[in-house]
Structures are given as structure tokens and as C-alpha cells.
């Protein structure tokens, strides 16, 4: 896979992630631990996409 494939892939990735964060933070009785889970997964996400890219 090159590098900028795998940087793709990690955007569709951190994309998703936003997707289910807002739709975990939408719903009714969400928990604020899974909140933060999907939160911190997308911060790394995006701290390796920043990496790749420099």
C-alpha cells in the first residue's frame, strides 16, 4: 500500500468516526465514555495523518 493510499484510507476512517460521533451524540441516553473512546480514536487518526503528511 503507498503512503498516500493508507493516508486515504486513515481520512475515510477519521470521516466515519465523525459520522458515529455525532450520531452517538444525538441519541438518547448516549454514554460520554464512548463519546470520549471515539473522540480520542479520531484525534489519533488525525495526529497520523498529520505524521504521514509532514
Same mark, same amino acid.
Given at each position: 500500500?503507498?503512503?498516500? /493510499?493508507?493516508?486515504?484510507? =486513515?481520512?475515510?476512517?477519521? =470521516? @466515519?468516526? /465523525? ?12 454514554? !460520554?465514555?464512548?463519546?470520549? !473512546?471515539?473522540?480520542?480514536?479520531? =484525534? ?8 504521514? @503528511?509532514?
Amino acid at each position: 500500500m503507498s503512503l498516500s /493510499s493508507h493516508v486515504e484510507e =486513515l481520512k475515510k476512517k477519521h =470521516l @466515519s468516526l /465523525s459520522q458515529r460521533v455525532e450520531e452517538v451524540q444525538r441519541a438518547p441516553g448516549s454514554s !460520554d465514555v464512548e463519546i470520549a !473512546d471515539l473522540k480520542k480514536q479520531k =484525534l489519533r487518526i488525525k495526529e497520523e495523518i498529520a505524521r504521514l @503528511s509532514a
